[in-house]
């Protein structure tokens, strides 16, 4: 028939005639012709991961509308949309060009001393009362070169900012630790693997 033709079937046995799931596609006459005919690519024979994962393979543009979680390697050989609700659950190691921030600063507010975390970044510490603001040394909590954080007091309270590493204050170019008197917002910057840059109205 047509259809074992363009799956290149061409034994008529019984048993023969029928392509067996179990068998990956490697009992047709010409696998290479059946899967070009499919449409299939190398869909066939890539590696869906580990037992219990959920690894799709996406090789064109593809749009969820709704919630998908994927818990293996997932492979994006084409365009892929992601719709409100779109999320990372933690930030990238590295910085990436394409990576997907935020539109705005998601508060972590603070009503005590506070030292910041992986997953303070791009966003903005609030502190309510006086307290200090701790920035751990880069050999404790590695945040990628070209993190910014804002830290911000509010009204009557006052944050003392301290660095383990080197907190450089622009443009006046000295060091050491920054006081921030609310209501103000001062902003880190990570310039170098042990350096910061503080900008804003800290002094």
């Known amino acids: 028939s047509a259809a074992r033709s363009n799956l290149g079937v061409t034994a008529t046995g019984a ?6 799931r179990a068998n990956n596609l490697s009992d047709l006459g010409s696998v ?3 899967r070009g005919n499919l449409g299939l ?8 991961g580990t037992s219990g994962s959920s690894v799709p393979l996406l090789d064109g543009a593809n749009t969820w509308s709704s919630a998908q979680t994927f ?3 997932a492979a994006f050989g084409g365009l892929a949309t992601l719709n409100a609700g779109a999320k990372i ?3 990238a190691a590295a910085m990436d060009p394409l990576e997907a921030g935020y539109m705005g600063l998601p508060q972590n507010a603070q009503s005590g001393s506070y030292a910041l975390v992986a997953g303070d970044r791009g966003k903005a510490v609030f502190f309510t009362t006086n ?6 040394a880069n050999a ?3 945040f990628p070169v070209g993190t910014v954080i804002s830290i911000s007091a509010d009204a009557g309270a006052t944050v003392t900012i301290t660095c383990a ?3 450089r204050l622009v443009p006046t170019n000295v060091t050491g630790s920054r006081t921030l008197v609310g209501p103000g917002t001062a902003w880190l910057e990570k310039k170098k693997a042990t350096e910061w840059w503080a900008r804003g109205d800290c002094t």
């Open 41 to 48: 690519g190398t869909a066939a024979t890539r590696d869906t």
């Open 71 to 73: 818990s293996g390697s």
């Open 131 to 136: 307290a200090t603001a701790s920035v751990p």
């Open 140 to 142: 404790a909590v590695a």
């Open 165 to 167: 590493d080197t907190l």
């Open 89 to 91: 659950a933690a930030p």
């Open 15 to 20: 048993d023969t005639a029928y392509a067996w």
């Open 32 to 34: 290479a012709a059946a």
